[in-house]
């Protein structure tokens, strides 16, 4: 987006009103200049233990290049670097109508260490059903560090929403963890009720809030799109120091 440069200046104002220290990754480019490498949170999902979720199509497509330069093995060295990941589980592609051409927060979101909910599309003529189903594949043959299997929970997409002829991102993958609470988009559809029990089984601990989104994805994402989480507790004072 145009005005992508004053989302830019956030972080450093959020670390200086929090005094929370500030690290800008990069990469060494083969030409030998250095890259500061463009992560936005939509496009991974992590497990706390070291694994992270994301796709090919938002990482390393030429359209929309985030890191034009860098390597899938890059990439994976600098999340292993800064985030400590141990495991990148690579999807293909997003959903249709995703203007950020493949964010992972759309299609399959870790909902514990080994529980991954994948959103999917029963209706072979969508053109959603093809590229969910070969995301669907490659999750059933991931493996963790352990060498065991994930625990895949399907997600059903509502019906297409469309306005002035434009497929929207509507998801249920896009909901939002907080303390204690989930919020979730909705969309009038038979597929709310049933995509609200999936995730109320999931998060036992957690109340599960739908959220009316059928105008709200008009700007082309929903709940985990438009939030950053916030640590609940304080930076301690020696990792201020570090």
Known sequence: YDNWRNDDQIPAHVAKLLKVPVWTPEIKL??????????????????????????????????????????????????????????????NRGIAGDDTHGHIDDIARFVSSSTIVASIEPNRHDENHAPLQENLHRLSVARNRENKPYRIVELPLPSPVIFENQRLPASYANFYIANGLVLVPTFNDPNDRVALNILAELF????????????????????????????????SAAARKA
């Not at 200049?33 to 999902?45: F, K, M």
């Not at 809030?209 to 640590?231: E, K, N, R, Y």
Request: proline letters at 4%.
């Open 30 to 91: 083969s030409n030998g200049q250095r890259h500061r490498v463009v992560l936005e949170g939509g496009s991974i999902d992590v497990n706390g233990a070291g694994a992270l979720l994301t796709t090919e199509e938002c990482l390393l497509s030429d359209v929309q290049s985030r890191n034009p330069g860098v390597s899938r093995k890059q990439l994976e060295q600098c999340f292993h670097d800064y985030l400590g990941i141990e495991q990148v589980i690579w999807l």
């Open 204 to 235: 036992p601990l957690h109340r599960i809030v739908g959220i009316h989104s059928v105008d709200f994805v008009w700007g082309l994402g929903a709940m985990h799109c438009m939030t950053q989480q916030q640590p609940a507790i304080p930076i």
